[in-house]
T-cell receptor, first 111, second 117 residues
Framework: KAGVTQTPRYLIKTRGQQVTLSCSPISGHRSVSWYQQTPGQGLQFLFEYFSETQRNKGNFPGRFSGRQFSNSRSEMNVSTLELGDSALYLC??????????FGSGTRLTVV | AQTVTQSQPEMSVQEAETVTLSCTYDTSESNYYLFWYKQPPSRQMILVIRQEAYKQQNATENRFSVNFQKAAKSFSLKISDSQLGDTAMYFCAFMKHSRNNNNDMRFGAGTRLTVKP
């Protein structure tokens, strides 16, 4: 069974630009969650999608958005990038609340 | 809101010895799940062990075991016979049980464990 796939692995963007990250969950998993990981703030919950609907949302500004497609693949978008958005973005998929399986993450650097 | 606290930012242990990582949490929920995840330098988060709050028996996975004290809201991880490959960040996590299987997992700040040869 393939794991959770996140693309790209690394990304460098300029302040003010926007970025889209992609996540393909484990086949059959309908829930996809996104986290931001930074040395200062640790792992912070961004949002969770289930069957193309956002079920939970963390405390992030509206510049952070996401969506989920009918095949459960998910994307997250960050608009008007700021230096503080530099982080490791982790995606995780889940089946029936049994805990997450994480992807390897996308390392975003904003310059 | 649920919070998870890991009071040990860093720990070290000699190879083959035993180490215990601490975790406490705060919740008003009665039914929930607790997890320990490991994040090695490769940055892949790996599930180490999982505990359902309604189960009194402590979970065990090979060299990894937990001491779950529900009344004290404590969930410590014991690693026996430590190996060099256990060197990683360890995160304690909480997820409340919900009927619609909402998956909102909250993590502690992590403990950096170094296993020394």
């Amino acid at each position: 069974k393939a794991g959770v796939t996140q693309t790209p692995r690394y990304l460098i963007k300029t302040r003010g630009q926007q970025v889209t990250l992609s996540c393909s969950p484990i086949s059959g998993h309908r829930s996809v969650s996104w986290y931001q990981q930074t040395p200062g703030q640790g792992l912070q919950f961004l949002f969770e999608y289930f069957s193309e609907t956002q079920r939970n949302k963390g405390n992030f500004p509206g510049r952070f958005s996401g969506r989920q497609f009918s095949n459960s693949r998910s994307e997250m978008n960050v608009s008007t990038l700021e230096l503080g958005d530099s982080a490791l973005y982790l995606c995780a998929s889940s089946d029936r609340g049994l805990g997450y399986t994480f992807g390897s993450g996308t390392r975003l650097t904003v310059v | 809101a649920q919070t998870v606290t890991q009071s040990q930012p860093e720990m070290s242990v000699q190879e083959a010895e035993t180490v215990t990582l601490s975790c406490t949490y705060d919740t008003s929920e009665s039914n929930y799940y607790l997890f320990w995840y490991k994040q090695p330098p490769s940055r892949q988060m790996i599930l180490v062990i999982r505990q359902e709050a309604y189960k009194q028996q402590n979970a065990t996975e090979n060299r990894f075991s937990v001491n779950f004290q529900k009344a004290a809201k404590s969930f410590s991880l014991k690693i026996s016979d430590s190996q060099l490959g256990d060197t990683a960040m360890y995160f304690c996590a909480f997820m409340k049980h919900s009927r619609n299987n909402n998956n909102d997992m909250r993590f502690g700040a992590g403990t950096r464990l170094t296993v020394k040869p």
